[in-house]
């Protein structure tokens, strides 16, 4: 992705909502961010930077490590009925 693609992202977005970072597909987990910064890469090409803040949100929702391909949905698994026990009518 380039700076171009995530200006085009975020340019349909609301401008007022709060960014996060999504992080580790394994255990998806929500981040603020708390910065961008541009620095050279080894070949001297020019990298963009998001800097995560340390605030760690708690998991990333289900539905968005569905949507960013790192979990296939998921669907619960059908509960059987319960049985319903009678009380005895013997005393």
């Known amino acids: 992705m380039t700076v171009g693609d995530l200006i085009d992202h975020l340019s349909t977005l609301d401008p007022a ?3 996060r970072l999504a992080v580790n ?3 998806p987990m929500a981040h603020r961010t708390d910065g961008v910064v541009e620095s050279p890469d080894e070949n001297g090409r ?3 930077y998001l800097a995560d803040s340390g605030d760690q949100l708690g998991p990333l929702p289900p539905e968005v490590a569905v949507r960013l391909g790192w979990h296939e949905p998921t669907v619960a698994p059908a509960r ?3 049985r319903t026990i009678r ?3 013997d005393q």
């Open 17 to 19: 909502a709060p960014v």
């Open 87 to 89: 009380p005895s009518t």
């Open 25 to 27: 597909p394994f255990f």
């Open 80 to 82: 059987p009925r319960r």
């Open 46 to 48: 020019r990298i963009v």
